[in-house]
């Protein structure tokens, strides 16, 4: 049940399908803080306002598309990122792939007085799987929750 698919290449609806995965939604903004509104409004559409977990994915969105504004190459003139949402696996995947950047693997701070740094604290906190894969390209921050996933409509006989 695909709600929209703006920009997810062939390559990634193809590796969707082999998974048994279904894309939900795709989304490539540019690097400015501005935009993270966009990622959060297509999250939120895309599993539906009443989903219990909306309100999780949502924020665990904006955090991850947030630190890919602040701490990668994305934030540069050009610079984008990418946002796709997926059902996979009983649940909602969503990856957010940046430009990457000369500063090491994403980092979980744990401290509660440190006045920033609490993006990954809340992503790894409240979902059920996270984790990040880096390259020459870019890095790809993503997050799984069991329950988000969107609710299948039954067909009328």
């Known amino acids: 049940m695909a709600i929209m698919a703006v920009d997810a290449s062939d390559a990634t609806a193809d590796l969707a399908l082999m998974t048994g995965a279904s894309v939900l939604a795709s989304l490539t903004i540019p690097g400015r803080a501005e935009h993270v509104s966009e990622a959060r409004s297509l999250v939120r559409k895309a599993i539906g306002a009443d989903n219990p ?8 969105t904006s955090e991850i598309v947030t ?3 602040l701490h990668s190459d994305s934030r540069r003139a050009g610079g984008t990122i990418l946002l796709l949402v ?7 995947r969503v ?8 500063l090491g693997a994403p980092v979980v701070k744990g401290d509660v007085y440190a006045s920033d740094g609490h993006g990954l604290y ?14 020459r390209t870019g890095t790809t921050v993503w997050f799984w929750l069991r329950s988000a996933a969107p609710a299948r409509r039954r067909r009328r006989r």
Do not use: H, I, K, P
Not at 53 to 60: C, F, G, Q
Not at 122 to 135: M, T
């Open 67 to 69: 630190n890919a504004v």
């Open 122 to 135: 809340l992503v790894q906190a409240l979902a059920d799987q996270w984790g990040y894969v880096r390259d």
């Open 95 to 102: 990856e957010v792939t940046d430009n990457g950047s000369d």
């Open 86 to 92: 997926t059902e996979v696996s009983g649940g909602l």
């Open 53 to 60: 977990a909306a309100d999780a994915a949502v924020l665990l």
